[in-house]
Nanobody, 119 residues
Framework: QVQLVESGGGLVQPGGSLRLSCAAS????????MDWYRQAPGKEREWVAT???????IYVDSMRGRFTISGDIAKNTVYLRMNSLKPEDTAVYYC?????????????WGQGTQVTVSS
């Protein structure tokens, strides 16, 4: 069973930075994209950013410029650099890997890492 493991979360002051990491426990066959999501207390999980195996990156508009996704899809690793953090960025951050094998799509989720932005 493939597992995604996130790390790098923690407590940071407003205006600070964090770098989240996510890696798969084993190679994911047919992987084509990795994503970051987040879920704030009492809110729905929301998509943050995507990196495809082509290297293309996509961001939710509100985070573009502050957040940077990077990684190596072939190595099943993804990172999220977060700058100028705000209290409203407080959430559990999850990574997801997407794979396609034949006609079947597979999604793999990590367990999440807590990010708290507070003074």
């Amino acid at each position: 069973q493939v597992q995604l493991v996130e790390s790098g979360g923690g407590l940071v002051q407003p205006g600070g930075s964090l770098r989240l990491s996510c890696a798969a426990s084993e190679s994911i066959l047919g992987i084509y994209a990795m994503d970051w999501y987040r879920q704030a207390p009492g809110k729905e999980r929301e998509w943050v950013a995507t990196i495809r195996n082509s290297g293309t990156t996509i961001y939710v508009d509100s985070m573009r410029g502050r957040f940077t996704i990077s990684g190596d899809i072939a190595k099943n690793t993804v990172y999220l650099r977060m700058n100028s953090l705000k209290p409203e960025d407080t959430a559990v951050y999850y990574c997801k890997a997407r794979a396609n094998r034949g006609a079947t799509e597979y999604d793999y989720w990590g367990q999440g890492t807590q990010v708290t932005v507070s003074s």
